[in-house]
Nanobody, 120 residues
């Protein structure tokens, strides 16, 4: 089973950029659909973006054109490049790994989360 460790969160000013990284351990990394989710204070966790083993990506509308998800299967890494950050992007960001048969939003393996705060 895969294990996940996120890094790269922090405090950034509006319109700034951050890159989140997720390091995976375990076997068969390339078969997993990797995703970034976020949970703001008082809100439900939501999918931000995901990427299949072959590189097909999916984004929530609110981050399209600003965020880019990518993966390096050889290094077992997933990244989320976040540009033009807004205060409403403030949340704890979680890395997630799902097998293709795991379709429930809360399924799969989760990292511990990394805080992203967008504030002046």
């Amino acid at each position: 089973q895969v294990q996940l460790v996120e890094s790269g969160g922090g405090l950034v000013q509006p319109e700034g950029s951050l890159r989140l990284s997720c390091a995976a351990s375990g076997s068969s990394f390339s078969v997993y659909v990797m995703g970034w989710y976020r949970q703001a204070l008082g809100k439900q966790r939501e999918l931000v973006a995901n990427i299949g083993g072959g590189g097909i990506t999916n984004y929530v509308d609110s981050v399209k054109g600003r965020f880019t998800i990518s993966r390096d299967n050889a290094k077992k890494m997933v990244y989320l490049q976040m540009n033009s950050l807004k205060p409403e992007d403030t949340a704890v960001y979680y890395c997630n790994a799902k097998l293709p048969i795991q379709t429930r939003p809360d399924s799969g393996t989760w990292g511990q989360g990394t805080q992203v705060t967008v504030s002046s």
